[in-house]
């Protein structure tokens, strides 16, 4: 079966971040990146989570460093990786 290509290039890198679900903070590791999106292992995969949930991506390991929080919504739960789709950048 022929799948169709991605609009955009994934790059890959292990980037720490931290996941914001409903004010809860996860850490993480970005795995890859793409104009639309991201693939990120969680250390631990917040409870009730579920594709369609909006959340905020800060590319840190540092909640109290100021940083740029980034407005997902996830796509995709392949435990232990979560797929996001970037809404906003640097909200």
């Keep these: 079966m022929h ?9 890959a890198c292990q980037t720490r971040c931290i996941l914001d679900h409903e004010g809860v903070v996860y850490s993480g ?5 793409s ?9 631990d995969l ?3 989570i579920r594709p369609g949930d909006t959340c905020g ?8 460093v ?8 996830v796509i995709r739960l392949d435990l232990p ?4 789709e970037l809404l ?3 909200c």
């Excluded at 799948?3 to 790059?11: A, L, N």
Aim: glycine residues 8%.
């Design 35 to 43: 104009l639309s999106g991201t693939l990120v292992k969680l250390q």
């Design 57 to 64: 991506l800060l590319v840190c390991d540092n909640p109290d």
């Design 88 to 90: 906003e950048l640097g």
């Design 3 to 11: 799948m169709p290509s991605r609009p955009s290039r994934r790059v």
């Design 29 to 33: 590791v970005i795995e890859n990146v």
């Design 81 to 84: 990786h979560i797929g996001l």
């Design 46 to 48: 917040p409870p009730g």
């Design 66 to 73: 100021p940083h740029l929080m980034h407005s997902c919504r």
